[in-house]
């Protein structure tokens, strides 16, 4: 069975661009988290998604922001980049539903410059 | 707020010696507790995790207990091996997996 899988692996940008993060979810799983790793401070929750709807949000600007599609599969987008954006971005997918475990992809890591 | 504090690294044991990781939570409520392993250029695995007060949670020789009277849930093993060396991330999760909170992770490295 496939994994939960990431694109890119590596992301460079400037500030002021924008970033496209994508996640594909293990097949069967309707829930889709995004969590930001940055140089220690451990995983930041960024979003939650599930059944195509917005579930929860963590404690980051609106410039981060994504959506879900009817295939489950997710997108990140982060405007206005800033340098400390930096970091490894990185989606879990769930059963959903209630369910407590997490599986999580291999990351992207986005530098911006 | 709820969070999840855990033991700041790096830690390096030789090879075969007892490893503890120490992590502690603030939680309202009854949240189920996690240890998630980070092997280098890789994402987070599932190591395992309790649900409830007093369960234990085991995996690959590796256990952790859910104490709720010292809201901790250390992560423990008998004999470490080189292959243990990882990021190990302790973590909380409320209200069927609406909430998940993750400590800042503990680099081990393990030394023949």
């Known amino acids: 069975e496939a994994g939960v899988t990431q694109s890119p692996t590596h992301l460079i940008k400037t500030r002021g661009q924008q970033a496209t993060l994508r996640c594909s979810p293990i097949?069967?799983?309707?829930?889709v988290y995004w969590y930001q790793q940055a140089l220690g401070l451990g995983l930041q929750f960024l979003l939650w998604?599930?059944?195509?709807?917005?579930?929860n949000r963590g404690n980051f600007p609106p410039r981060f922001s994504g959506r879900q599609f009817p295939n489950y599969s997710s997108e990140l987008n982060v405007n206005a980049l800033e340098l400390e954006d930096s970091a490894l971005y990185l989606c879990?997918?769930?059963?959903?539903?209630?369910?407590?475990?997490?599986?999580f992809g291999p990351g992207t890591r986005l530098t911006v410059t | 707020g709820d969070s999840v504090t855990q033991m700041e690294g790096p830690v390096t044991l030789s090879e075969e010696a007892f490893l503890t990781i120490n992590c502690t939570y603030t939680?309202?409520?009854?949240?189920?507790l996690f240890w998630y392993v980070q092997y280098p250029g890789e994402g987070l695995q599932l190591l395992l995790k309790?649900?409830?007060?007093?369960d234990k949670g085991s995996n690959k020789g590796f256990e952790a207990t859910y104490r709720k009277e010292t809201t901790s849930f250390h992560l423990e093993k008998g004999s470490v091996q080189v292959s243990d060396s990882a990021v190990y991330f302790c973590?909380?999760?409320?209200?069927?997996?609406?909430?998940?909170?993750f400590g800042t992770g503990t680099s081990l490295t393990v030394i023949p």
């Open positions: 879990a997918s769930s059963l959903g539903g209630g369910s407590y475990e997490q599986y």
């Open positions: 097949s069967g799983h309707t829930s």
């Open positions: 998604y599930d059944e195509g709807e917005e579930r």
């Open positions: 939680a309202t409520g009854y949240p189920s």
């Open positions: 309790a649900t409830k007060a007093d």
């Open positions: 973590a909380l999760s409320k209200n069927g997996g609406n909430q998940f909170y």
